[in-house]
């Protein structure tokens, strides 16, 4: 056996691999038109656990993670570079050195070579002809030195993983910053800026560890699946086992720097072919876009936009393992041992994790919520009201906790806030319940909305609420809007409505969600006589839907419109004049009309397609 160090991989499946030669396909700057921009702020994916995307909003915070580091580049490198030709090192303003992540450490499993040239490997075949880590070999508590976007990365996969019942105690990795070529080009690796991570393997809560060089276990394979789909909500590029001769013993992550953080899906289509049932040997061909347009409708891949949100859309469904996924080979398809302690209970998930295949916890309850205001409370020096009700009070707090805190704003306390809240010295959070699983049919629907709808037309009352839950009842927003109807909860208060089991009880959440739509009618068959909308009209049932978004926009709309002389007789007129013209309306504020107007073209467009199911 060769123990020197080896200028080429060679076969993964022999006894032992070569730790000091780490070599890497084409990554993130040899591509630089070929990644997806995530220009939109929110997507509503319903149906998963609640996984971040760490694309909508990424995050870099110097200082949030570990120290400074005094590293520095060489100047430059000829390290794996085609012909010795050398490269100009990057600077590496802001890396920092980081022992943990969310609580959670590093363990290096890579191997090293000694001053006498020896080989130290980290990983090796054992007796029942899997790998395993070299106990000898094992650096714990590892410091890596990172730029904060990767560790950002890091915290949002942690988070998921916690999110989707995988909760993990430690990162097998086999390295990060390191000056060099991608092998046998002269293109740098990312990992010379400072943005990748290499993970080689997971250890669990109750101590099971999952190595990558085991993707041809059937049982192991499953979790790296889900693992490897929530590394593709955290990370731009992932490269991972699809390769079987550069990366079977590791996933590669990193940001994509030097492409404006852009996720790679020019990487990821055997993964996504994978699952979607497809060989993942393939790109992207008109079976997979046909595969995507099927999983999420016939503009799934009509642009760049929409194909990057049917790929994150996929990425959660993965991570909820609402999929099997085996191994090619050897077939082995026992499922996965429960990964807890022996004789310890099972970990607890965080708020808002799944606790069965496909189902949510309610992070609205009053119960968790009155924990926040309690939480916000003691580590802020505020006085909420610690009352369980989600006002706009408590949504600033958490935006100021969530600001001081380096995290993404957005006024919601999900697994990584409340990971934070935990760690700034929030006592324990309360376990939430369980909300009913998965969508519910169209003619149960139509069997509870035909009790209540009188003469409001059935087809638009299935549009709303396909396009505001998706037909989940345990739908929810950031600010508690619950149900079918995603009711608010100034809503339910003004009207003295018990708000929380419109994500339980869906004969109450659809007789709440109907006298809501009602209201809306009333108020619009006023506005329909002042302004002459026809009713009954596509133009009134889109001011319908209007006042669902903002109750004075219709009134303040159609005013403006008089006001310069144009009729709002038609709804292709209204559309045309807020949405085509781009005409912003002073009395709204900063709130923009268009947003209104095309959330309720959405749902003018679904309500058709109901009427189209309803009358065949």
Known sequence: MNTGVRTKWFN?????????????????DQCLNCGLFRKESEFDFGGSAELTDILINPRSQPGSYGKASSFRNPTTTTDRCTGGVARA??????????????????????????????????IMKTGSGKWGVVEQNRLRNRVHKMLPRASDGLATFIANMTSVSLPIEAILTMGSVYCRCISNTTILSNHSYGDAIDIGGLRF?????????????????????????????????????????????????????????????????PFVRESLGLSPKGGWDKPTANALRQFAGVDAVKDKPTLNRTLSKLFMREAN??????????????????????????PQPAPGSMTRKGCKQDLCS??????????????????????????????????????????????????????????????QAPQPKDLPCGPTSGPELARLLNKYRADIPLHFLLGWIEVESGRRIDSSTYICERGYFQIHPAQSKDRGWDHEPLSYDPD?????????????????????????VPRGSDAFWGLVKMFHWIPSAPAKILDHMISRGRSPSSWAAIMNYLVNEKTRIPALGNWNPIDGAKNAQKTLDKAE????LINQ
């Not at 276990?217 to 693992?227: E, N, Q, V």
């Not at 490269?239 to 990193?254: E, I, M, N, S, V």
């Not at 393992?321 to 996965?336: D, F, G, K, L, W």
Request: overall charge neutral.
């Open 366 to 427: 009053p119960a968790y919520t009155r924990w926040v205001q309690q939480s916000l409370n003691q580590l802020l020096g505020l006085r909420l009201t610690e009352n369980g009700y989600t006002d706009l009070n408590t949504i600033n707090a958490i935006r100021t906790f969530q600001a001081k805190r380096g995290l993404a704003v957005d006024g919601s306390v999900g697994p990584i806030t409340r990971q934070a809240l935990l760690a700034a010295g929030a006592s």
């Open 205 to 269: 809560v109750g101590g099971r560890e999952v190595l990558v060089a085991n993707s041809g276990d059937g049982a192991d394979r499953k979790l790296l699946h889900r693992a490897n789909a929530c590394l593709r909500l955290s990370f731009a590029t992932v490269l991972d086992y699809h390769d079987p001769t550069r990366h079977w013993d590791h996933f590669h992550c990193d940001t994509n720097i030097l492409n404006g953080g852009e996720r790679r899906w020019d990487v990821a289509w």
């Open 508 to 532: 109450y959440s659809i007789m709440r969600g109907v006298q809501l739509v009602r209201e809306m009618v009333q108020a619009t068959e006023k506005l329909a006589a002042k302004y002459g």
């Open 609 to 612: 397609e109901w009427r189209t």
């Open 321 to 346: 393992a609402q999929r099997n996924v085996s191994a090619p080979a050897p077939a082995i398809t026992a499922p996965a041992p429960a990964i807890k302690p022996a004789g310890a209970p099972a």
């Open 12 to 28: 993964p499946r022999s006894e032992f691999f070569g730790a000091a030669e780490m070599p890497f396909e084409l990554e993130s």
């Open 89 to 122: 090192c990057p600077t590496l303003p802001g890396l920092e050195e980081v022992s943990q992540v969310s609580g959670i450490g590093f363990e290096y499993i890579g191997g090293w070579s000694d001053n006498n040239n020896k080989q130290h490997h980290g």
